[in-house]
Structure formats: structure tokens, C-alpha cells
């Protein structure tokens, strides 16, 4: 080609320059149609990022919960339910487990404080459990081993409850009494906080944890028979990569005990996001499409532009087919154009999608996620549209028959 | 040195069920150097002639041999080539681009040609300056008189220094001062050596040339009818 595609790029801004309204007008559906990308990518990719914090702010996706499957009737009329130390055994051949964690949730309301009152989740744990909820005490001390061991009576208190049961005196070393039992309080567990980003209204999603009175899973054995069945617990695997065989492994064993019926079942945070990815893809598909027929309207605007421009502007192609504008010359020169006459559409709508995304994110209280990958694609897109819409009228301009395009008016 | 050859040129346009033959024949030899004025009335396939000669348009029958390329069978973007390098177009109507300024307007065909921009500047400027329109660089045509644009027309026309100049009326949407003076330049081209050849109908103009070749009903006329 005799001409450069920077000639053509210059000619071109000269073109846009000296028909500015022109110009704005034909970019409005692509701007339009970008912006669109923009807005509806951002929040399906927001929820899908949102998804995957909640999950790691709960166990990452080495996690696994195991529990009991009620959607199954058999599980109404199980034969047993699991102990503690039946359930340690079972578990201990499988490879790649690296903790179990163990909570039961104990229903001895109320507890008491002097006069104060509490209807708390009481809850039994064992060792593994801090391990897997990363939780720490910010004062007085942790279960020792000396605690699991000889069954004693101590408690970690949340903030929330011990706000309601103590007000404004040092828990620690006090006395709560559960049922005809006294608990020592050794420790006030760390405020726990996940606020979903985008959540307008600063919910924190684990509130509930704040409440927790937790004491060891061996006292509160020990002290209840009911305590010691086991309907859920999770573990953590020592590898995201073999989570799912670690998990159908824990699932065929555990149900070997019920003569292979599913009683319990077993779900990966890693599962649980593919489900959530899955079923907001029938609704992408839909977003997908939506943007894309903005994007085509886009385009037959701009071809229907192109087409009048080459009309109005065949006598100028007749001159630079007579001053030895190749056939190859006109395509190009209107193709890069319509091209970037797109992608500039596609720049625009980029920002103003950029813009109009944390306003849809507000009015609908939804996370957003706006990646560089997200950028270039709509760009991309843009750019496509000016490609394909592009094709027909530079197809053509450089067909005219220079004589004909010279005698236009 | 024979420039263009021409021989038995015809051109016929397919007008649904009637055949209208435009060229019928037509033997032109042009030495180089020369100032030739073709001359007719109209519909008398003078400009079908300039359009064939001008590479624009391929005839029916017959050959064409420009500057010793046979130029009748080539493809369309051989021709724009030659166009680009042998030809220089001066059109009644000026055809500049209203949209981009006058320097521009003289790069284009250097811009066809591939050449660089420094160089094509210079080139464009040096024969601005030849047409004493130097200090009009970065006007745009609507800024400038007719006798003015038919000036920066001639200096697209020669900027690729090409081995013929072909004007297609040049003066006939000038007054007679304009027109005269766009004659002069024509002349000191021709005078520098230049290959000239000027479409006309009007006698006057013709006058200036070397030799006229005069075409009626879409064959050289011999006889002298002027």
C-alpha cells in the first residue's frame, strides 16, 4: 500500500475535526453500547469478586462442610449419629485432611450472669476450630490441651455477648452459669467483621459470631450426652487442588456408616462458587446479548453514516483516484476511519460506563468490579464493530468508477 | 521522443438498447515536450478522449502506449499508479479537498506516492512557491480566489513531476485575467520542457498550443474547420 496508516489516522482526525457534530452524533450508539458493557460486566464480575471474598473470609476454598442432608428422608430415621472420638477415627485414614474442625451448637438458654440474661450460641469447639476460623482472644487466654483434656469448665466469650452480660465489668475470671453448670470466663474473643464491599449499608455479614459463647467440645461432651452427635462439621484440606477428591472421599466414607445412604452430604466453598458463577451465567448470556444488539444497532448507524458520507463525498474520491489513490487507498482510508470513529465511540463509552457503574452500584446496593481485561475488551468490541460495520461502504467507495465519482456533484 | 500513441482508440458505452460509440478510431501521437490543445464541441468525446489518455478510463479497442508502458490492459491499481507518477490532472472545477489546507492538498499525491513527510513538505512548498502561492501554504481553498485554487490545482498537478499534464478546460470557470494568467503557467511549463495537453472548446485558449487536434463526433478531424 502506498499510503501509511498513519496518513490515514491523521487524515481521518482532520476529517472528524473539520465535522465535529457529524462525528458526535454517528459515535453516540457505540458510545452507548460500550457504556452498557461497562456497566452490566462490572456488576456480574463485582458479584463474582464478591462471591469469592466471602468465601475465603469464610475458609477459603480448602474448605469443606460436611452435614447432614435433609432433602433425604432416610435422614429422619438414621441409625446413629456420629461421636466425636468415632468420627476422629474415621476420618484419620484419609489423606490430605489437614484440619477438622468440630462445632456444636448446644441450645442451654438461658445463660446467666447474676441477673443478667443471655440467649447466646452456645457453642462446643475443638482446637481446630480457631485454626479454621482464624480466631484469636484479644484478652485473658485460649483453650489449652490441658482444658480438652481434663474437661474443664471455661468459656471464650464474643464481644456482643459479653457487652449484654457483663456492661462495663472485666469478664474475666467471673462466673456464667449454664443450666445447673458454672463456667469460668478465661478469655474475650476478637470482634469478628466481613462487610461486603458495595454493601451501602456497612451490614457486617458475620455479626452473629460476636454473640458466640464457645466452650470445649470434650466438657461440653462430658457434661451432655446430647452434645457428643455430630450433625456437621468442616474440615480443611492441605491442597485447594484435591479438595473435591478429598471431599467425595470424606462423603463415600462417612455415608459407609448409614450402608451407603446419603446422609450426609458434603459441599466445598469451591463447589458452592461454581454454583454461584453457574447460575448467574444464564443471566450474562442475557447481558451479553442485550449489549450486543446495542452494539449492532451501533454499527448500522454507523454504516448507514459512512454510506451517506462516501455519497456526499464521491467527488473526493473521484480527485484522489485521479491524483493515484489505489483502489487498496480508498478501502483503507474509510475502513480506519469508520474504525476509529468506533473505537473513539468505544474510549467514550468506556468512561461514561466507568461513571454510570458506581451510580447503578449504589442505587441497587451491589458490589462492582471494572478489570483491565474488562476495558480492553469492550474496546476491542468497539473497535470490532467499526471493523465489520465498516466493511461494506469502504467496500464501496473504492469501487467507484473514477470518471463517474469525478462527474458527481 | 513519442510520449503517447494512440492507435484506433475506441470507446462505446452500453446505453441499455443503444450503443453510443464515443471514440471511434482515434490516432494521436504526442512528442514530449509539446503543448497540444484538443479542441471539439461538446459530445464530441474530447473529454472520453482526456479521461483514456488521463488513465481514469481503458478503451474498448484499440492501444495506448503512454511514456512507452502499453497502459490499455493494465489492471485498475496499475493504473492508479501511473496516474500517481505520469500524470498530472488540472480540472475546470479546481477538485480540491475543501477540508484540508493547501499544502496538504499538493502532499496528497507525494502522500500516494509513499513518500516522507519531511520530504513531501519541502517538495509541496518549493512548488507552492514556483506557482506564487508561497504565502497561501496554510489556507484552505475556500479562503483563496478561483485564479488562486486553479494555481494550487497546477502544483498538485506537476508536484510528482509527471511525464504529462492534462487539463480538461482550466480556464473555463475563470475570468478572462485569471484565465490568461493560469495560460501563462501553462506556457512556461511547456517552456521548461513540460508535456502539455489542454482539453478545450475554445478557440482562443487552443490558440496558445503548439498544434491543435481537433475532434468531431468522436474522430480526428484533419480538415481545418477553426
Known amino acids: 500500500m502506498a499510503i501509511s496508516f498513519k496518513e490515514v489516522f491523521n487524515q481521518s482526525l482532520q476529517d472528524f475535526w473539520s465535522k465535529k457534530v457529524r462525528t458526535i452524533v454517528t459515535v453516540m450508539g457505540i458510545v452507548l453500547g460500550t457504556a452498557s458493557i461497562i456497566i452490566v460486566m462490572s456488576i456480574v464480575q463485582g458479584s463474582i469478586k464478591q462471591t469469592t471474598e466471602w468465601m475465603e473470609a469464610s475458609g477459603g476454598f480448602k474448605k469443606i462442610d460436611v452435614r447432614q442432608n435433609w432433602e433425604n428422608n432416610e435422614t429422619v430415621n438414621r441409625s446413629k449419629d456420629f461421636e466425636y472420638d468415632e468420627l476422629m477415627k474415621i476420618l484419620q485414614p484419609i489423606q490430605g485432611i489437614d484440619l477438622i474442625d468440630i462445632y456444636i451448637s448446644v441450645w442451654v438458654s438461658p445463660i446467666k450472669y447474676k441477673k443478667n440474661e443471655v440467649n447466646p450460641w452456645f457453642t462446643a469447639v475443638n482446637a481446630d476450630y480457631f485454626k479454621v476460623e482464624e480466631w484469636g482472644v484479644q484478652e485473658g487466654r485460649e483453650f489449652t490441651s490441658f482444658d480438652y483434656k481434663n474437661k474443664q469448665k471455661v468459656a471464650l466469650i464474643g464481644t456482643a455477648a459479653r457487652a449484654k452480660l457483663f456492661g462495663s465489668i472485666d469478664p474475666i475470671g467471673q462466673k456464667i452459669q449454664v443450666g445447673t453448670d458454672f463456667f469460668e470466663v478465661i478469655g474475650i474473643l476478637d470482634y469478628r467483621e466481613f462487610i461486603g464491599k458495595g454493601d451501602m449499608n456497612n451490614n457486617n455479614w458475620i455479626e452473629w459470631k460476636n454473640d458466640l459463647i464457645l466452650v470445649p467440645v470434650t466438657t461440653a461432651i462430658a457434661l451432655n450426652p446430647r452434645s457428643k452427635k455430630l450433625n456437621r462439621f468442616s474440615l480443611i484440606t492441605t491442597d485447594e487442588t484435591i479438595t473435591e477428591s478429598v471431599k467425595a472421599k470424606v462423603e463415600k466414607r462417612i455415608n459407609e456408616e448409614f450402608s451407603n445412604k446419603k446422609i450426609y452430604t458434603a459441599q466445598s466453598n469451591l463447589e458452592r462458587r461454581e454454583e454461584i458463577v453457574k447460575s448467574s451465567a444464564k443471566f450474562n448470556i442475557i447481558f451479553y446479548f442485550i449489549s450486543a444488539i446495542s452494539l449492532i444497532v451501533g454499527g448500522i448507524v454507523i454504516m448507514n453514516i459512512m454510506l451517506a458520507t462516501i455519497k456526499e463525498r464521491t467527488r473526493e474520491i473521484g480527485v484522489r483516484m485521479s491524483i493515484g489513490g489505489s483502489k487498496l487507498d480508498i478501502f483503507l482510508q474509510f475502513l480506519i476511519q469508520t474504525v476509529l470513529i468506533t473505537t473513539l465511540g468505544g474510549v467514550i463509552g468506556v468512561f461514561i460506563g466507568i461513571g454510570l457503574s458506581g451510580l447503578v452500584a449504589d442505587y441497587l446496593n451491589v458490589g462492582i468490579n471494572i478489570s483491565s481485561g474488562l476495558i480492553v475488551i469492550a474496546l476491542l468490541m468497539s473497535s470490532g464493530v467499526g471493523l465489520i460495520f465498516g466493511t461494506i461502504p469502504s467496500w464501496q467507495a473504492c469501487s467507484l468508477d473514477p470518471v463517474t465519482a469525478l462527474r458527481s456533484e | ?226
Open chain 2, 1 to 226: 521522443m513519442e510520449i503517447i500513441n494512440t492507435e484506433n482508440l475506441t470507446k462505446s458505452y452500453d446505453m441499455g438498447k443503444v450503443q453510443v460509440h464515443a471514440l471511434q478510431g482515434v490516432d494521436v501521437s504526442i512528442q514530449q515536450g509539446e503543448f497540444v490543445a484538443i479542441i471539439g464541441p461538446s459530445g464530441s468525446g474530447k473529454s472520453t478522449l482526456m479521461h483514456i489518455l488521463g488513465c481514469l478510463d481503458s478503451p474498448t479497442k484499440g492501444s495506448y502506449s503512454l511514456d512507452g508502458i502499453n497502459v490499455e490492459k493494465l489492471s485498475k491499481g496499475k493504473l492508479a499508479k501511473i496516474r500517481n507518477t505520469k500524470i498530472g490532472f488540472v480540472f475546470q472545477t479546481f477538485n480540491l479537498l475543501p477540508h484540508i489546507n493547501v499544502q496538504k492538498n499538493v502532499e496528497l499525491p507525494l502522500l500516494y506516492a509513499g513518500m516522507e513527510k519531511k520530504q513531501r513538505e519541502k517538495r509541496a512548498i518549493e512548488v507552492l512557491n514556483s506557482v506564487g502561492l508561497g504565502d497561501r501554504l496554510k489556507h484552505k481553498p475556500s479562503e483563496l480566489s478561483g485564479g488562486q485554487r486553479q494555481r494550487v490545482a497546477i502544483a498538485r498537478a506537476i508536484v510528482n513531476n509527471p511525464s504529462i499534464i492534462l487539463a480538461d478546460e482550466p480556464t473555463g470557470n475563470l475570468d478572462s485575467t485569471s484565465g490568461s494568467d493560469i495560460m501563462t503557467i501553462f506556457s512556461n511549463l511547456h517552456a521548461q520542457g513540460n508535456t502539455v495537453i489542454v482539453v478545450t472548446h475554445d478557440k482562443n485558449i487552443a490558440e496558445k498550443a503548439d498544434r491543435v487536434i481537433t475532434i468531431i463526433d468522436g474522430k480526428i478531424h484533419n480538415g481545418d474547420i477553426l
